[in-house]
């Protein structure tokens, strides 16, 4: 069974850029879920995609988005970035039914200077 | 709105000794409440979870309790080791499979 991979590790942006992150989720698992985990902080929800479509969606504004693929993978677009945007970037995949746990990918460590 | 509060914010036992890390939220409509270890450089793991309709589960040296009159819910490890060291943070959720709201979290140390 292959569990939930992220890319890029590490990223450093300056303000005003845009960034994408990426997401494969774990084998067998339709939906993908978007956190952001500010230092010191527990993660915080930006949204959730199944099925190609957002399916709930957390305090974020508009400039954070997401797409979701036919093969479940994920991306997670920030435009305009600010410098409260560093954090680690963690993607969760699970199942619409049935056993619906969340599990994590090791995240990306994104940097806005 | 939403809101989990974790105590302690940390916590230092002696090898072999108990741990005990408490939430409370605020959302009487949540039903389903994990508990995930986080360690450094890692993703948070998920290490046991419960649902409004039990009121403790456990898994090893590792069990949960909920108090949903109260909105509580407890982690509680046994004989703890070394390797139990990390980032501990609960979470609530009024959707199963959607949205968690997390803990700040609780660093747990077992010292040797």
């Known amino acids: 069974e292959t569990g939930v991979t992220q890319s890029p590790t590490h990223l450093i942006k300056t303000r005003g850029q845009q960034v994408t992150l990426r997401c494969s989720s774990q084998s067998g698992h339709n939906t993908v879920s978007w956190y952001q985990q500010a230092l010191g902080q527990g993660p915080q929800f930006i949204f959730q995609y199944y099925r190609e479509e957002e399916n709930g969606r957390g305090n974020f504004p508009p400039r954070f988005s997401g797409l979701q693929f036919p093969n479940y993978s994920s991306e997670l677009n920030v435009n305009a970035l600010e410098l409260d945007d560093s954090a680690l970037y963690l993607c969760a995949s699970s199942l619409v039914e049935g056993a619906r746990e969340q599990y994590f990918g090791p995240g990306t460590r994104l940097t806005v200077t | 709105g939403e809101n989990v509060e974790q105590h302690p914010s940390t916590l230092s036992v002696q090898e072999g000794d108990s741990a005990v890390i408490k939430c409370t939220y605020s959302d009487s409509a949540s039903n389903y409440f994990p508990w995930y270890k986080q360690e450094l450089g890692k993703g948070p793991q998920l290490i046991i979870d419960?649902?409004?309709?039990?009121g403790e589960k456990k898994d090893q040296r590792i069990a949960v309790t909920l108090n949903k009159t109260a909105k509580h819910f407890s982690l509680h490890i046994t004989e703890t080791q070394p390797e139990d060291s990390a980032v501990y943070f609960c979470?609530?959720?009024?959707?199963?499979?959607?949205?968690?709201?997390f803990g700040a979290g609780t660093i747990l140390r077992v010292k040797s």
């Open positions: 419960i649902r409004s309709n039990v």
């Open positions: 979470a609530a959720s009024r959707v199963y499979g959607n949205k968690l709201v």
